[in-house]
């Protein structure tokens, strides 16, 4: 087993893998280890601002040390973003140009992201779509209206993972899965499903046409062992 932390408490950055439905390797998704919790965490939630700050360039300095193995494999990289860092970018031109010069990036933001709802009047949210390639995080898992997706804002659409846990319980799992497809996935170059935690379900979920998928079935690894997670990115089986 991965030690994913050195010091109990202090949150270490992990690589949460995205897989196809033949376990190619999409992406991988940088987020936080917290130690307390024993849990992965997208976002920075329970920072105050500076703090996010700090976390957020943490994670780009990592991406920056990884970038030439990181091009070399021709995956992406998600970030996330909130209210809060997008102010900071905005108001510092060398943050759009340091993220610009990261070819695999992709930022991300979650349902909880200010204005989401109003989907392309969304002034802030159009000019991080102009500048980068964005995705959403936590579909499903909010009350946000779905306006944004449908109004083709994001490359990559990521399915909540307690809502596809809650939703594989029932017998209509598969139909609903296939209609939120059949709604989704024109709006975007991408639809994953979060929440894989075993092989049941991931045996019903790669017969529909997810592009992605990420779960405790392919679990995270620290930096040091991204190498081998790229290296075997073609060959892991669930």
């Known amino acids: 087993m991965i030690n994913l932390f050195t010091d109990i408490g202090s949150p270490q950055y992990v690589f949460v893998p995205v897989r196809n439905a033949h376990n190619h390797l999409l992406g991988v998704e940088l987020a936080r280890h917290e ?5 992965v965490n997208s976002g920075s939630t329970g920072c105050d601002d500076a703090q996010q700050l700090i ?11 990884y970038k030439q193995l990181l091009s070399s494999c021709e995956i992406i990289v998600w970030v996330n973003v909130n209210d809060i860092i997008l102010t900071e970018i905005m108001q510092d031109h060398n943050w759009v140009t340091r993220l610009q010069e990261l070819p695999f990036l992709t930022l991300m933001v979650d349902e909880s992201f200010s204005g989401i709802s109003y989907g ?10 102009e500048k980068f390639p964005l995705a959403l995080a936590n579909f499903g898992g909010g009350n946000s209206s779905n ?4 109004d083709g804002l994001f490359r990559h659409v990521f399915l909540d993972r307690d809502f596809v846990r809650n939703q594989s319980q029932r017998f209509s799992f598969i139909p609903f899965a296939n209609a939120i497809i059949r709604q989704v996935a024109p709006c975007c170059q991408g639809l994953m499903v ?8 991931y045996n019903e979920v790669k017969k529909l046409e997810f592009t992605g998928m990420s779960g405790s079935l392919w679990p995270a690894v620290t930096a040091d062992n991204l190498p081998t997670l790229l290296n075997m990115g073609k060959h892991t089986s669930p």
């Open 194 to 201: 979060s929440g894989i935690d075993n092989s049941a379900l």
């Open 55 to 65: 976390t957020f360039h943490e994670k780009i300095t990592l991406i920056e040390k």
């Open 147 to 150: 306006r944004a997706v449908f």
């Open 35 to 39: 130690a307390k919790e024993n849990a």
């Open 120 to 129: 392309r009047n969304n002034l802030r949210l159009i000019w991080l779509v």
